[in-house]
């Protein structure tokens, strides 16, 4: 049997485990009273997602092309993504607030944050907004955009369960960027062209987001006490 055969053996053994944390972990994101209360709640919506048998045998591949070493023993440790939440959000400002409930799990040991969250940007400038919240940033040359947090049941757990934080806006181009680009780049250079412009309307559009409800907020103004006589 193969050693990346053994892998998949392993984690399929251990599938259920990591389908009852995902969806615990999912559950917080429906359920928090911060993030979810009407009308307008700050979480748009989620997806949950577990590794299939194909993208797993292609990450091993791409890990052992890059020289990285995964067996049945340390798989767990070498791949946080067999289990996967997304969390949408409208606002990039609203970021802080979800990360703030992710925080709160950790400081009551209810998760064990694996590591440092990771804020995919090209951004400069919400490459300082993730840096003064505490995660890492990092560039990629596709502009992907997203947060990245990994998170254990507790730290001596082979369970874990990434959460990638990103806007509506977001989504769309993550949506096509993997079809184009998932599990093999495109070799069509105009396409690849076109999806580095179209990260450049999307980053646009999050900032048009936040100027509208900006403007709301700079006009509103508070009703004046009334005179019920």
Request: charged content about 30%; aromatic content about 10%.
């Amino acid at each position: 049997m193969s050693s990346d055969q053994k892998v998949i053996d392993r984690f399929n053994s251990m599938r259920h485990e990591f389908e009852l944390f995902m969806d615990a972990v999912g559950g917080l994101f429906q359920k928090h009273p911060t993030i979810t209360k009407d009308p307008f709640p700050i979480v748009h919506s989620i997806r949950k997602r577990i590794k299939s048998e194909n993208h797993l045998r292609n990450k091993l591949q791409r890990k052992a092309d890059k020289g990285e070493l995964v067996d049945a023993e340390n798989c767990f440790d070498q791949i946080t993504d067999f289990a996967g939440i997304r969390v949408l959000h409208l606002k990039q400002e609203d970021f802080k607030t979800i990360k703030d409930v992710i925080d709160e799990r950790v400081t009551n040991r209810d998760w064990h944050l694996f590591e440092t969250p990771i804020a995919y940007t090209w951004d400069p400038e919400y490459e300082r907004y993730f840096l003064e919240l505490g995660c890492r940033c990092r560039r990629k040359d596709s502009f992907y955009t997203s947060v990245h947090f990994v998170v254990k049941p507790r730290p001596d757990s082979p369970l874990s369960c990434e959460i990638q934080v990103r806007t509506l806006f977001e989504e769309i181009w993550g949506e096509i960027d993997h079809q184009l680009n998932y599990p093999n780049s495109t070799t069509i250079r105009s396409c690849a062209e076109q999806l580095h412009v179209l990260a450049k309307v999307v980053g646009a559009g999050s900032r048009l987001v936040t100027s509208i409800f900006n403007s709301v907020d700079a006009n509103s103004v508070p009703a004046r006490p009334g005179n019920d006589s």
